[in-house]
């Protein structure tokens, strides 16, 4: 049924939501949010992009695969595998965390707040914009893990004015926050990201293309005009 290539896949996305819920958890995760910790969690998603981006795509994240899902990017059967593996990820690093620490973790949520619902959405909708951004045009893995893991860093700073600054349903679940703001803020910020990158600047690419090919390349007339001045010559 699951063959090695799904195995790795799976295991790519429990191990970086794991990674990633983990980073925040050892950080504290403080209602105010200072840079060097959303650097950390920046450079963490760096560094699952560098290790598990050939991989499965390194999403980690269920708002970023329901995003691409939105888009026709990713399989529905692939899309659900992916986010069950990204959630049991971030319970595993709770569960890992609480027995490493002797400790357990506090809920911070707290009751359902509009602002952080829209500080969520914004903050998402930022990193998946830097996803979108880097799949669209097709960079490098080092390139990657650097465009998403700033548009992290840069979305963890905005939304975390307004909120946790989680911006990840597993990370959520993970740190026992796991309510309508920190869950659908996120998912409808990958909806957002995603498929506004695609709206604004997939099409403009595609033209830009086009116009280059037909700048660069020489005319059917001239090219034939060269040949046979090329013939006239060799007979000459």
Same mark, same amino acid.
């Given at each position: 049924?699951?063959?090695?290539?799904?195995?790795?896949?799976?295991?790519?996305? #429990?191990?970086?939501?794991?990674?990633?819920?983990?980073?925040?958890?050892? =950080?504290?995760?403080?209602?105010?949010?200072?840079?060097?910790?959303?650097?950390?969690?920046?450079?963490? =998603?760096?560094?699952?992009?560098?290790?598990?981006?050939?991989?499965?795509?390194?999403?980690? +994240?269920?708002?970023?695969?329901?995003?691409?899902?939105?888009?026709?990017?990713?399989?529905?059967?692939?899309?659900?595998?992916?986010?069950?593996?990204?959630?049991?990820?971030? =319970?595993?690093?709770?569960?890992?965390?609480?027995?490493?620490?002797?400790?357990?973790?506090?809920?911070?949520?707290?009751?359902?707040?509009?602002?952080?619902?829209?500080?969520?959405?914004?903050?998402?909708?930022?990193?998946?914009?830097?996803?979108?951004?880097?799949?669209?045009?097709?960079? $490098?893995?080092?390139?990657?893990?650097?465009?998403?893991? $700033?548009?992290?860093?840069?979305?963890?700073?905005?939304?975390?004015?307004?909120?946790?600054? =989680?911006?990840?349903?597993?990370?959520?679940?993970?740190? +026992?926050?796991?309510?309508?703001?920190?869950?659908?803020?996120?998912?409808?910020?990958?909806?957002?990201?995603?498929?506004?990158?695609?709206?604004? #600047? +997939?099409?403009?690419?595609?033209?830009?293309?086009?116009?280059?090919?037909?700048?660069? $390349?020489? $005319?059917?007339?001239?090219?034939?005009?060269?040949?046979?001045?090329?013939?006239?010559?060799?007979?000459?």
């Amino acid at each position: 049924m699951f063959g090695r290539a799904k195995v790795a896949m799976l295991s790519a996305e #429990f191990l970086g939501a794991a990674l990633l819920t983990s980073c925040v958890l050892a =950080l504290g995760n403080a209602a105010s949010i200072n840079i060097l910790a959303a650097l950390a969690v920046g450079i963490t =998603l760096g560094i699952i992009v560098m290790l598990f981006g050939s991989v499965s795509g390194a999403h980690a +994240n269920p708002a970023v695969t329901f995003g691409l899902w939105t888009a026709r990017k990713i399989e529905t059967t692939k899309a659900v595998a992916y986010i069950a593996a990204q959630l049991l990820g971030g =319970l595993a690093a709770w569960r890992l965390f609480e027995y490493l620490s002797g400790s357990t973790v506090a809920e911070k949520a707290g009751a359902f707040e509009a602002r952080v619902w829209i500080a969520e959405l914004i903050g998402t909708a930022l990193l998946t914009f830097g996803v979108m951004a880097a799949i669209n045009r097709s960079l $490098s893995n080092s390139q990657s893990a650097a465009v998403i893991g $700033s548009s992290l860093f840069i979305g963890i700073m905005i939304a975390s004015v307004g909120s946790l600054a =989680l911006l990840n349903p597993a990370i959520a679940a993970g740190v +026992n926050s796991f309510n309508a703001a920190y869950v659908l803020g996120p998912l409808l910020g990958g909806v957002v990201g995603v498929n506004g990158y695609l709206l604004l #600047f +997939n099409a403009r690419s595609e033209k830009t293309k086009v116009t280059a090919v037909s700048i660069s $390349s020489p $005319s059917p007339v001239k090219s034939s005009t060269k040949q046979v001045r090329r013939k006239a010559k060799s007979k000459r």
